[in-house]
Every structure is written in C-alpha cells, then in structure tokens.
C-alpha cells in the first residue's frame, strides 16, 4: 500500500543525521518559492494569514530558498517536520530499516514541494495546500499540482505492486490530488474520541491528526500490505468499529482521554 500524509506549518531543524534523497518536483518547488519571494510583505501575510512575525520569517525562508541547496541547509521531510501528525508518526524513532520501506510507501503531500518521500532534502519553508498563490498555471496551488500528484501516485504505486492508497492526510491536502486521475483505490480512516455522554464518538482535530500520524507509523512498521490489516490498529487506545466503518472509511474509536 501507499499511505500520505499532510506536511507541517512547524518544522524541527534538529533532525537526525540521515542519507537524503532530491524530491522529484524540486524544479516547482524552486519556481514556486521563486514566486512567493516576489511578493510584498502584506501580501504574503495575507496570503497565510500570518503575524507581522511569521511573515517576516517566511519571507526570508523564500528569498534564501537555493535552486541547488547544500546538504547543511536542508533536513530529510519526515524529520524535519514538527506537527501533530508528525507526533504520531514519531519518524525519528523508526530505525534504518523501517525508513527505507517508508521511503517507498509513504508519501507527503506539500504545498511547496508537490509529493514528498520521507527522506528527501527540503528547505525551510512554509506553504499551505490551500494557499491562493497565482501562478502561471492558475490562481491557487490546486490549480498549480493539477492531477501530476495524482500521476505521480499511480507510477509510485505500480513500483511498489499496489493499487490502494490510504488516505492519512487532511482534506485540504488531499484535495490536491486529482480523483479523476488516480488510478487506486482509496482508504480514508476516520479517528474519533467517545466522551461517554451519550452523544456519541466525534472527531476532535488535534487527536485526529496525531492518530492520522500513528496510524502511518502502524503501517510502516508492520509492513502492511493487506488494506484490512490496519483494521487491527489499536495506538493510543483506538479499536475498530465495524458496525460504523465501510471498506473504504474504517472508522476507530477510544474513549476521550483524560490525561
């Protein structure tokens, strides 16, 4: 299987020394920042709805982007990364062996970079999926990716001999990829907490990033291959709920956590 998973907004520039690899779209990704780089303080606070701040720091982030950076500038993705559902994930405790069978089944979907492996070099740099960034190709970055991440899921997928992509991402990254050109079938599980007060499980979005995140981390580690095996998903308290799940949106559930 291919699991994807959202970048994110915070980054930890204390990564682990690893071998990296070149992301495949790194001539857009340079085109991209190239284009964020020309625009006005303002706009690129609007853009993010940024602080004065972190506009500022994104500004200098684009204008010190290098086309062909050295290795001491950038930091392997899925280290790099420092959100909640990278707190899940926890890819800095997956030893030599488990990275390298995530680094052909686990993919990040960005804004800057297009699709990421999990230890391909990337830059400091912060810019949403759902930015409206006007480029050459549109006025937004949907509009920019188009259906090449969805192209470059299908021939990922055929390298590995799957057609199942589980969808571990948010909507507003997934919504990047292309339905009408992906090719695989898609599972989207669903991460809720029951407080017990009798209105039922709901999705609380910082839990639920962060099960997206331990539920990449499930896969990588058990080599799941076998899209009912992550029915057996159990981090964190979670257990499957058949009588609520369909194949393609299993649903896991645990009672909310106290502590």
């Known amino acids: ?10 980054l930890d520039w204390d990564a682990r020394e690893v071998q990296t690899t070149a992301p495949d779209f790194q001539e857009d990704a340079v085109r991209l920042a190239k284009t964020a780089r020309n625009l006005t303080l303002s706009k690129l606070k609007d853009l993010m709805d940024l602080s004065d701040d972190l506009a500022r720091l994104n ?15 950038t930091r392997p993705a899925a280290l790099a990364f420092a959100g909640d559902t990278y707190q ?29 492996r999990p230890l391909d070099a990337i830059q400091p740099y912060r810019l949403e999926m759902g930015s409206k960034l006007k480029t050459r190709r549109g006025n937004s970055l949907y509009d920019y ?16 001999g799957t057609d199942v992509l589980v969808n571990c991402a948010s909507q507003e990254y997934f919504g990047a990829v292309a339905p009408g050109a992906l090719k695989l079938r ?3 599980p669903q991460f809720m907490e029951d407080k017990g007060d009798g209105k039922g499980p709901k999705i609380v979005s910082f839990f639920a990033k962060k099960a997206r995140g331990a539920m ?29 799940s369909t194949p393609d949106k299993p649903v896991f559930v645990r009672p909310y956590p106290t502590s």
Do not use: C
């Open 1 to 10: 299987m291919l699991v994807v998973i959202s970048p994110a907004k915070r």
């Open 59 to 73: 500004r200098d982030r684009f204008q010190a982007f290098e086309d062909t950076p050295a290795a001491e500038a």
């Open 88 to 116: 899940g994930l926890e890819a800095g405790s997956l030893d030599a062996d488990e990275l390298a069978w995530a680094q052909d089944h686990l993919r990040i979907l960005s804004g800057l970079y297009g699709l990421l």
């Open 145 to 160: 990716w188009r259906d090449g991440l969805s192209k470059a899921l299908n021939a990922q997928a055929e390298v590995i």
């Open 186 to 188: 898609v599972i989207t």
């Open 216 to 244: 990449a981390r499930f896969i990588v580690q058990k080599r799941i291959t076998d899209p009912e095996a992550i029915r057996d998903f159990d981090t964190g308290g979670y257990a499957w709920q058949p009588d609520a």
